[in-house]
Nanobody
């Protein structure tokens, strides 16, 4: 079992920055990939970014060049640095961890970008 807790969300003006954190606890040594997803009101959850245990990253086209995903040295923490935020980035951001075929989710943190 893995528990995930996100933090760092909030209200920011367009063009601003936020840094989200997600800390994993429990059976963390087998975590391979960690991801960030987001869900805006009335929309489906969408992929934002992924990072493997080895540090390989991938991003959704909508955030490429503005967001950076990284993992802490202990590999059980993942960060999402969000720069040049836009109103359309407003959503609940959720952390996800993959162990084998099991997916674990955090409770989410609200990010609101005002125009």
């Amino acid at each position: 079992q893995v528990q995930l807790v996100e933090s760092g969300g909030g209200l920011v003006q367009a063009g601003g920055s936020l840094r989200l954190s997600c800390a994993a606890s429990g059976t963390v040594f087998n975590i391979n990939t960690m991801n960030w997803f987001r869900q805006a009101p009335g929309k489906q959850r969408e992929f934002v970014a992924t990072v493997t245990r080895g540090g390989s990253t991938s991003y959704a086209d909508s955030v490429k060049g503005r967001f950076t995903i990284s993992r802490g040295n202990a590999k059980n923490t993942v960060y999402l640095q969000m720069n040049s935020l836009k109103p359309e980035d407003t959503a609940v951001y959720s952390c996800n961890a993959v162990l084998g075929s099991s997916w674990y989710w955090g409770q989410g943190t609200q990010v609101t970008v005002s125009s």
